[in-house]
Each structure stands twice: as C-alpha cells, then as structure tokens.
C-alpha cells in the first residue's frame, strides 16, 4: 500500500515538472523560420521600371490595323515605298512623281516659248514681256532641275532684252518723228558740208542744235541725227525730201 503511494507521487512530480517547463518554453519570443520563396514563383516577380505598376496599369498599346499614328518614319516608308532615290528628292505620298511634273513644265515652257517668238515676229513688245516676266517667274526655281527648262529660261531672257530694247527704241523713234524734220537739200562741202532743213531760218552745220536733237553727220543725201530719250542716245538719219511719218510704238510704215 505504501509502495503505491509513493509510485503515485513521483508521477504526479513529474507531471508538474512537465508543465512548467512548458509554460516557461510558451512565455518565451516566439522563433520564426525564414520564408523561402519558391523558385517559380521569384523567377515570375517583375523587375525594372515597371516592378511598381498594378497589375491593371501593366500593359502594351496595340494600335488597330490601318490606324494613322502621328509619329513615324516619313523617310523609311519613303524609302521602303519609293525608294532611296525617290527619298532623297523629298517625295511626299499622294504628290505626282517629280519625272510627270517636269514634263509638264516642260511642255508648258515650250508652248509659252513659242508664244512670245509670235508676239516678237508681231512687234506686240508688252504682250512679249508680259510672257516673259511670267514664264521667267515660274521657271527660274526649276533651272536646276531639267536642261531643257534651263534653255527655255535663257532664250526667255534674251526675248525680254531684245522686246525691252525694240520698245524704247521704237519709243524714241516716235518722239524724233513727232519733231517733224524734214531735210529739204544739202550743201555738200569737203571742207563743211550744210544742211538745210525746214523751219530753220539758216542751213546748220555738223553739231549744230535743231529742236530738241544734234546734227552728228551729213552726207550728200542724207543727215544724222543724235537724239536723247529716257536718259540714252538715239542716232536716227532723215534722207533729203524724206516724208516724216509718226508712227505709233509697235506699228511699221
């Protein structure tokens, strides 16, 4: 009987030691073991700018097809459509080919070429550089870029002189012929010929003044004159017993 209660104790001590060491261990900071990713799930973790972002804002623009973005490549679809040396001439889509504008200008030149060689053959000295003051506007930027225009353009040129040079000529050839002189004979002399001229109350001499011109030269049937008109000299001749005509500028006799 005394046996039994003493194996009861003990067991009941140890029980009690038991507990206690329990509740000390439970009381204690908690240890807690490292979390160790997977390695799946840490390969798939995103990184660099974008690592930040929602899952909602992670995401690529995907423009539908045909759609015309403002920002592209003008010279690599250029060049990709036309070309590189289509590119290099700056040609824009939509825009004819340089080769047909050229050609076209080209045409145009030739026709208004020929139009302002009828107005010369016509004495029409304004329509001849009006042609020419228009087509030589046109033409010029293009010189560079055709032969062809760039000779049209030069013979343009020398219409526009030769009609500016005929009509102040024939300009002045009308204010000499309103003077009206008329050279009515000549006294013809080696040593200083004299020349007799209607309206003036004696012969003149060589450099003599008659109205508004000078006698340069007279000869045995003839008589020069020098006369001035918008800041030039014009040398006209008057034949003995000549008719003084007027003529209008662009008119004949």
């Known amino acids: 009987m005394r046996f039994s209660l003493l194996t009861l104790m003990a067991a009941g001590a140890l029980i009690a030691s ?46 539908p097809v045909n759609r015309v973005d403002i920002f592209y490549d003008l010279e690599a679809m250029l060049e990709k459509q036309f070309g590189s040396e289509l590119v290099d001439q700056r040609i824009i889509p939509g825009v004819r080919a340089p080769g047909d504008e050229i050609n076209q200008l080209r045409e145009w030149a030739k026709g208004e070429l020929s139009r302002i060689e009828g107005f010369i053959f016509e004495r ?34 020398r219409y526009r002189a030769q009609a500016e040079e005929a009509k102040i000529f024939e300009e002045a050839q009308e204010k000499f012929d309103a003077l009206g002189l008329r050279v009515e004979g000549i006294l013809w002399s080696p040593v200083g ?61």
């Open 18 to 63: 038991n507990f206690l060491f329990g509740v000390v261990v439970a009381g204690d900071t908690p240890v807690t073991k490292p979390v160790v990713e997977s390695p799946v799930k840490a390969a798939g973790k995103a990184t660099g700018p974008f690592a930040q972002l929602a899952e909602e804002e992670k995401w690529t623009f995907d423009p």
């Open 124 to 157: 029409k000295w304004d329509d001849a550089l009006k042609t020419t003051e228009s087509g030589i506007k046109k033409l010029q930027p293009r010189v560079g870029d055709d032969s062809a225009i760039a000779q049209i353009t030069d013979k343009m040129k």
């Open 193 to 253: 010929s004299l020349a007799v001229i209607n309206g003036e109350p004696r012969a003149r001499a060589i450099n003599e003044r008659v109205k508004d011109c000078v006698i340069i030269n007279i000869d045995t049937n003839r008589v020069d004159f020098l006369f001035h008109y918008n800041r030039r000299r014009f040398e006209f001749q008057r034949y003995v017993g000549e008719e003084v005509v007027a003529n209008k500028p662009g008119q004949t006799k």
